[in-house]
């Protein structure tokens, strides 16, 4: 039975309505995490797009990180990305159909072919960091420097301690 005035994990009769609760439940947190992310990188795309890299979708900008500024192969990069061979080499077709990444000889090993990023696929990578840090300086702006630095900071004690990884759009199933 519910307690008049009491704020708990019942429906609230008005449908569709934000009710606040003492506890929240289990599943808000990771939407709430997807929704911060999501909002992050749908702005980044708008501003890329601005910037004149309108092709750029979120899978390719993990691709050209997974690629770097040595190179990748086709295999390194399914691995690093948590896909197959082929997937990696679709992904490459395209990035190298929209002009961000050439296919070249390895100098160490003639068999090998290496997927390197162009100069376009470079200054989309510097401009997302740049834009990166512009969405940031607006989280602080929002928040304040002291509460974003503790929601950053309980973030990083909950992350994995062996670092980020790439292979979020194979994850999702992309």
């Given amino acids: 039975m ?5 704020l708990d994990n019942v429906v609230d009769e008005k449908v569709n309505q934000v009710v606040e609760l003492r506890n929240p439940p289990g599943f808000e947190l990771p939407l709430l995490l997807f929704a911060g992310f999501r909002s ?3 702005r980044l795309h708008a501003e890329l797009a601005a910037q004149g890299h309108p092709d750029v979708r979120p899978a390719y900008g993990f691709a050209m990180q997974a690629i770097g500024v040595a190179g990748a192969t086709a295999s390194e990069l399914g691995r690093r990305l948590g896909v197959s061979k082929q ?3 679709k992904t490459v077709d395209r990035l190298v159909a929209l002009g961000y990444a050439e296919r070249a000889d390895d100098a160490a090993d003639a ?4 997927v390197r990023l162009t100069p376009r696929g470079l200054d989309s990578l ?3 960091a740049a834009i990166f840090d512009e ?3 607006h989280w602080e702006k929002s928040l ?3 509460q974003l630095q503790q929601v950053e900071s309980a973030l990083r004690t909950m992350a994995p301690a062996d670092g980020f990884r ?4 194979s994850w999702f199933g992309a």
């Fill in 2 to 6: 519910r307690t008049p005035g009491k």
């Fill in 40 to 42: 992050i990188i749908d």
């Fill in 87 to 89: 997937a990696a080499g």
């Fill in 111 to 114: 068999r090998r072919k290496l």
């Fill in 126 to 128: 510097a401009r997302s």
């Fill in 135 to 137: 969405l940031r300086a």
């Fill in 144 to 146: 304040g420097a002291q």
């Fill in 166 to 169: 790439l292979d979020a759009a």
